[in-house]
């Protein structure tokens, strides 16, 4: 094949010279299928068996877990779901809610909140059960019960803040992520449960959420979030992909659960309507306006957008009548992707701006690149994704709505000791140093 002749090329000058040869036909599954396979590999080459997580940071890990169940939904092909239930349970943590001891330094509610959203992923399509453990609804309740005993009066009204600990930087902002995050937790589990204590869990964070102007409800911008100490008057202009999309993935998940209420349909509908007009360019590919522009998108911006595809595909999931409207942009997204997944030594390595120069690579590497990568060429298959199950509909996962209510005591920590900051600190600055060696071995 032609393009290997280049990659002898590449290795043996080293090169840095993108070699296209990885073309994707969105109407082709096997085209798909083979897409799928190779930016997966790409993205298993961060993946460290030995610790049961991916080298970066730690909430990265949970969200490459949730779009490898979204592979085996698309394609059940079960090859990489031995790893995916050794990750999720190696990291479930030692009280069953996602916040593992090791990570205790690092925790943010946002981290919390999108493994809890896998645990979530992993119950809607009866991913293994393991019986004799803790099911993963209870997982993803234990998540949402902790998270919401967070809910903080103290400034802005409510909300939650972004970090749990107060000797976090961070502690003093409350973030958009965070409380999107449990929005979805609960309108999923109002889905899932049909309990509606989670559906009124939402529609708090949701009005609270435009109250503050963390939604805006007449655009249905998204912003980044608030410090604290405004009382959140003035929120940051900063929009994300991700952000929106986890919002409005929360709102078809109630719209779907209220059996199609209007309410919920119209913020569905604006949400998506922003997200299209806002998050891809003119030739309906995907991109993040506020760091691909200047090319200063940092390591986790990188899988925001491959988060975005995943909410748009449940949302055409639980609202049929919007996929009409959405596939047209995953299919050119995914085709970009595909071109832009052309660099690094192994030729198909993805790069991160998709619109850039007809979709070569750009010469950015790294996990979130392959993530978004996999997310989006994988959501051209939606409509033979496996259904989304709730308990009546014959999901097994077992809800334990009491979940996480005993160990929430454990969160109310005392302000850090001085020893506790330089830890962290030393973690903090051990991990870039690792990265670092780790990104430059990756890459010679
Ligand atoms: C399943 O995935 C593996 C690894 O990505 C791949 O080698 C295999 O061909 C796939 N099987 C099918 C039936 O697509
Ligand atoms: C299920 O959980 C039990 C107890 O934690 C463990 O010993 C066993 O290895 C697990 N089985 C699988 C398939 O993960
Ligand atoms: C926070 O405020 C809301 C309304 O402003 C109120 O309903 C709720 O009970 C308060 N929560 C706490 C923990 O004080
Ligand atoms: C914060 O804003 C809320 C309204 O959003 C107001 O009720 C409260 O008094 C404000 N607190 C401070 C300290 O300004
Ligand atoms: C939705 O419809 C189902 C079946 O028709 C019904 O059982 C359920 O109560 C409805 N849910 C709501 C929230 O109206
Ligand atoms: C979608 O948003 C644009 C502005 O971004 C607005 O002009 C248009 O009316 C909206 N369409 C619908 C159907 O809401
Ligand atoms: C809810 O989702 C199911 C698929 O999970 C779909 O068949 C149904 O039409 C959806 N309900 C509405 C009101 O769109
Ligand atoms: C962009 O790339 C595609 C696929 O390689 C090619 O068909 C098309 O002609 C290119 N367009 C431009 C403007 O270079
Ligand atoms: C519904 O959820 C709430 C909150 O987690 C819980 O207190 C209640 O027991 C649940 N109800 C049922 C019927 O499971």
């Known amino acids: 094949m032609k393009c290997y002749d280049y990659i002898y090329i590449w290795v043996l000058f080293f090169l840095l010279k993108s070699v296209a040869c990885f073309n994707l036909d969105p109407n082709d599954k096997d085209s798909v299928y083979d897409g799928i396979d190779t930016v ?100 993803a309740q234990a998540v949402t019960n902790e998270m919401s005993a967070r809910w903080d009066n103290s400034s802005c009204n409510g909300g939650i803040r972004w970090q749990i600990y107060s000797f976090n930087q961070g502690y003093s902002y409350k973030n958009t992520i965070s409380n999107g995050a449990l929005f979805q937790l609960a309108s999923r589990l109002a889905r899932y449960t049909r309990n509606d204590t989670y559906a009124e869990l939402a529609r708090k964070v949701w009005d609270w959420s435009v109250s503050v102007n963390f939604v805006d409800a007449d655009s249905y911008a998204v912003y980044d979030g608030s410090k604290t100490e405004t009382n959140c008057s003035s929120v940051t202009n900063e929009q994300w992909s991700y952000t929106t999309g986890v919002y409005l993935a929360g709102t078809a998940f109630l719209y779907n659960y209220t059996n199609g209420t209007s309410e919920w349909k119209g913020h569905m509908d604006g949400l998506l309507n922003r997200t299209l007009n806002h998050y891809f360019n003119e030739d309906k590919i995907i991109y993040e306006p506020t760091c691909e522009t200047s090319n200063t998108c940092n390591y986790d911006q990188t899988g925001f957008k491959g988060m975005l595809a995943r909410y748009l595909s449940y949302t055409m999931q639980l609202a049929p009548y919007t996929a009409e409207t959405i596939m047209p942009y995953l299919h050119a997204s995914a085709k970009a992707a595909a071109l832009a997944c052309s660099g690094g030594y192994d030729g198909v390595t993805c790069g991160n701006r998709w619109t850039w120069n007809n979709g070569t690579w750009d010469k950015n590497y790294g996990l979130g690149e392959q993530l978004s990568a996999l997310e989006v060429i994988q959501s051209v298959l939606t409509p033979q994704y496996s259904p989304l199950l709730s308990l009546d509909t014959g999901a097994r996962s077992k809800s334990d709505p009491s979940a996480g209510q005993i160990t929430q005591v454990s969160y109310s920590v005392p302000a850090a000791t001085k020893s506790d900051k330089g830890w962290a600190g030393f973690l903090t600055a051990l991990f870039s140093f690792l990265f670092l060696l780790f990104s430059l071995w990756l890459f010679f």
Do not use: R
Request: contains cysteine.
């Open 40 to 139: 997966t590999k790409g993205m298993l080459n961060y993946y460290q068996p030995s610790s049961h997580d991916f080298t970066a940071y730690w909430w990265m890990t949970g969200s490459c877990l949730n779009g490898m169940l979204n592979t085996y939904s698309g394609t059940k092909n079960k090859t990489h779901m031995g790893l995916v239930v050794d990750s999720l349970l190696a990291n479930k943590g030692e009280n069953d809610d996602f916040a593992p001891d090791n990570e205790k330094f690092n925790l943010g509610n946002d981290d919390q909140g999108i493994w809890g959203l896998t645990g979530m992923s992993a119950a809607e399509i009866n991913i293994q059960d393991n019986q004799s453990d803790v099911s993963w609804a209870a997982i």
